[in-house]
């Protein structure tokens, strides 16, 4: 282990020394412009993820991977890139989330891995770690039943997988945020308590106490001081925010499918901002008094069309808030700091046609600043900004193997559905001048209560517009994150306005000239999937082949399957309103679930599932794919991947899959896969 880290510290350390990292790779002969990159280069792991500034702005942290690693958390001095330690690696696992405590010490916890959760991990564990790499301690474990050396968890203070790292408290002390899940039998989230944890001996003390019962979210103010908390039972849902005497007070009640409104940001004085929908559909940014608890009308933050998704940046040392991030169609920053405002707008200057995201720790006194930069077609680079001398000066590549000159462009436009609802679609076009209406493919995506895309680098669209296909990523009624009108008219709408939208997505793209309306499919993961059917069912005529990977076939085994990971509560009630009622939409589900109409179904399919999936299990798959065949239908392609889940971790796999999608879509629509392309291994059959 400690040799494979070296080999890839002095590698790193090679290519961090260089005046621009990823210069090296830009050396090598340019491909020809027609050239296809391979399926890996789009599916492999990033070869530096998630840099994070240290709190002096002397360091930072980063997961790095050589090729067919997991990852290790490396530390890089800023002031002398060579300067490359790894502190933290598990060979069997992945690293998960990681952050600085202090200057000197941070924490971290592990992920699964490429192949899977190899460790058999029931947490995330949490150790902790100097920057020098000494002195880890085990803080949370991974598993249940593990012991320390001492054979005593309760002598190492080492808490038990129930207990999971929330956040930072970033006060100066040696605590972070930990919290406490308990769920009854049926698997049901029941209380969540909060504690803080000192990361240098493991001392948890909890910041809890007088919360109502049944607490499942909380929220602190900058100095990690919990302000407003969640309370959820059954179909019933409150907000409660603390008053004038420090005690819990009920702010707002409301259900599953109408939730209130929620705490959003404090500066543990005066500034309390909450998420709500008061003056518009979209969740904005308002303020409310402290004392009276009165929200005012009109908000801080608002972005039309968008939901606002917050989160404060606070300066080190005085606990300012100086800024808010934000989500719309990309994250973006509102700098209340003048300073920071400024440097924003050079650095803007200076990398035109990205998002570039800020980073700094006591951001007052900094004289420099972290960049995260990135675009449509560029998965991601990171810079050091001199405030003083406006320069930035190159740290590394997320992908440095991606060419952004091989990517499609990029865009969110908002369009009309047949009934007037407006609804957002991305479109990602292939490089190259069109000489005419291309081939598409009409990527749904999962949830399907989730923001599906958003302006940046994407796998799977940039692999689809690679091969030559127009990609139309629909924002279909249902999906979250661009106000509540859209979200509330998804409910009850499998497979009928849901399914709508996506048709009408694609006769929009035809209607521009972009799309040749008799080489279309149709493809999508988990609900993507269930649309991916239904669209070939509903609309026939509009789809040559379809791709459907972990997708729902039954609309009943959502609440009939007991091995699924949905819990009692969400099948009861946010299921009820979101999908329907088994009982009184019997006749609606039958006649928009899959595998009731599985006759109807006669395109080439490509139907693949993991084995160990719990959220869509294997079922829905075995019973479409009986049901199709027997139907007579004998172009369908299916494969069960035995070592994945809910989508595909593996490369091999990724290799594989998306090798057989190349394949079917150059058959029924396209053109031929790529030289580079490897052929699939044969299916699975079970």
């Known amino acids: 282990m400690r040799t494979k880290y070296l080999r890839l510290t002095l590698a790193l350390a090679a290519a961090l020394g260089a005046a621009t990292p990823w210069a090296t790779a830009q050396t090598t002969p340019a491909p020809a412009a027609d050239a296809k990159p391979p399926i890996a280069d789009f599916f492999r792991q990033s070869q530096m993820s998630r840099p994070i500034l240290s709190p002096d702005g002397k360091f930072i942290a980063t997961v790095v991977r050589g090729k067919d690693e997991n990852g290790v958390l490396a530390i890089i001095e800023l002031d002398n890139p060579r300067n490359v330690k790894v502190v933290a690696g598990f060979g069997d696992a992945g690293i998960g989330t990681y952050a600085w405590v202090t200057d000197d010490r941070l924490i971290y916890t592990a992920g699964a891995t490429d192949k899977g959760n190899e460790r058999q991990l029931q947490g995330g564990g949490l150790w902790s770690v100097k920057r020098d790499g000494s002195d880890t301690r085990p803080l949370i474990h991974a598993k249940f039943g593990q012991q320390g050396e001492t054979g005593s968890r309760t002598a190492q203070r080492i808490l038990d997988p129930d207990w999971a790292y929330a956040g930072l408290i970033a006060d100066g002390s040696n605590d972070v945020l930990v919290i406490n899940a308990k769920g009854n039998m049926r698997g049901e989230l029941e209380n969540v308590r909060l504690a803080r944890l000192n990361v240098e001996n493991g001392i948890r003390r909890f910041i809890d106490e007088g919360a109502p019962p049944n607490a499942v979210g909380w929220q602190v103010d900058v100095t990690g001081k919990p302000w407003g908390l969640i309370v959820s039972r059954d179909d019933r849902i409150a907000t409660y925010v603390k008053d004038a005497d420090d005690k819990w007070v009920v702010l707002q009640e409301g259900t599953q499918s109408e939730p209130p409104v929620s705490p959003a940001i404090s500066d543990g004085k005066d500034l309390r901002l909450i998420s709500a929908r008061i003056s518009s559909d979209e969740a904005s940014l308002y303020k409310m008094d402290p004392v009276t608890r009165k929200i005012e009308k009109q908000p801080l933050i608002s972005a039309k069309g968008y939901d606002?998704?917050?989160?404060?940046?606070?300066?080190?040392?005085?606990?300012?808030?100086?800024?808010?991030?934000?989500?719309?169609?990309?994250?973006?920053?509102?700098?209340?700091?003048?300073?920071?405002?400024?440097?924003?707008?050079?650095?803007?200057?200076?990398?035109?046609?990205?998002?570039?995201?800020?980073?700094?720790?006591?951001?007052?006194?900094?004289?420099?600043?972290?960049?995260?930069?990135?675009?449509?077609?560029?998965?991601?680079?990171?810079?050091?900004?001199?405030?003083?001398?406006?320069?930035?000066?190159?740290?590394?590549?997320?992908?440095?193997?991606?060419?952004?000159?091989?990517?499609g462009q990029r865009d969110m436009v908002r369009i009309k559905a047949r009934d007037g609802m407006e609804f957002p679609v991305v479109v990602t076009m292939p490089r190259g001048k069109a000489t005419g209406p291309r081939p598409a493919v009409v990527l749904v995506h999962g949830g399907p209560w989730v923001k599906g895309t958003s302006w940046a680098w994407s796998p799977d669209a940039q692999f689809l517009a690679s091969r030559g296909y127009v990609v139309i990523e629909p924002e279909f009624r249902g999906s979250e994150g661009y106000g509540y009108k859209l979200f509330r008219a998804g409910w009850k709408q499998w497979g009928l306005a849901m399914q709508d939208d996506v048709s009408d997505s694609l006769k929009w793209a035809v209607s521009k000239g972009w799309v040749d309306p008799q080489r279309v499919c149709i493809a999508g993961a988990s609900y993507g999937g269930y649309a991916t059917l239904m669209g070939m069912i509903k609309d026939p005529d509009q789809y040559k082949c379809g791709i459907s990977w972990v997708g729902v076939t039954d609309i009943d085994l959502l609440f009939d399957i007991h091995w699924s990971d949905s819990s009692d509560s969400s099948k009861k009630y946010g299921m009820k309103a979101l999908v329907g009622d088994q009982k009184a939409d019997a006749e609606q589900f039958r006649k928009t679930s899959p595998v009731k109409r599985a006759a109807e179904l006669k395109q080439p399919l490509l139907l693949a599932y993991g084995a160990s999936d719990d959220r869509v299990p294997l079922k829905h798959g075995t019973d479409f794919r009986g049901a199709v065949e027997s139907a007579g239908n004998k172009n369908v392609e299916w494969v069960v991947y035995s070592d994945e889940g809910h989508g595909w971790r593996k490369l091999s796999n990724n290799e594989d899959f998306w090798a057989r999608v190349e394949k079917l879509l150059a058959k029924t629509i396209g053109t031929a896969p790529s030289a580079a392309t490897p052929a699939p291994a044969p299916a699975t059959g079970q």
């Open 308 to 407: 606002i998704n917050p989160t404060p940046i606070v300066d080190r040392d005085t606990r300012q808030i100086l800024g808010v991030d934000y989500d719309t169609d990309a994250p973006g920053t509102v700098w209340f700091n003048a300073k920071l405002k400024d440097w924003q707008a050079k650095i803007d200057k200076q990398l035109p046609g990205r998002v570039n995201m800020l980073q700094c720790g006591a951001c007052l006194t900094t004289s420099r600043v972290l960049v995260t930069s990135f675009s449509d077609t560029n998965p991601g680079e990171f810079y050091l900004y001199d405030g003083a001398a406006d320069k930035l000066q190159g740290l590394g590549a997320s992908r440095p193997w991606i060419k952004p000159a091989q990517m």
